[in-house]
């Protein structure tokens, strides 16, 4: 299976972007668990947001009411809407994707390449 992560770049404090994770290679997302994590310097890997395969959704609380993530099945891409930036905000994100449900643990099968956000004046 393969992930590829685009939609990362520079933005301001309060700003927005919206990260998608185009799936191929066996992964779809009607069978396969996804999830958003980021990983700043020096840093472990934290989780953001994960959606299962029903559609429900967990969120870390440092994103919650700013950051959403959603699928379109029908195009086997994962998306995340981030919104309000701030600059702690600034990472890698990675997208993942399992059969099993990891919720927020980094401990998914597949994983992209991961994007870089970074939020700055």
């Known amino acids: 299976g393969q992930l590829a992560e685009s939609g990362g770049g520079t933005v301001q404090p309060g700003g927005s972007l919206r990260l998608s994770c185009l799936a191929s290679?066996?992964?779809?997302?009607?069978?396969?668990?996804g999830g958003w994590f980021r990983q700043a310097p020096g840093k472990p890997r934290e989780g953001v947001a994960d959606i299962g395969t029903d559609g429900r959704t967990t969120y870390a609380d440092s994103v919650k009411g700013r950051f959403t993530i959603s699928k379109d099945n029908a195009k086997n891409t994962l998306y995340l809407q981030m919104n309000s930036l701030k600059p702690e905000d600034t990472a890698v994100y990675y997208c993942?994707?399992?059969?099993?449900?990891?919720?927020?643990?980094?401990?998914?099968?597949?994983w992209g390449q991961g994007t870089q956000v970074t939020v700055s004046t």
């Open positions: 993942a994707a399992d059969r099993i449900n990891w919720v927020l643990w980094p401990r998914y099968n597949y």
């Open positions: 290679s066996g992964i779809t997302f009607d069978d396969y668990h």
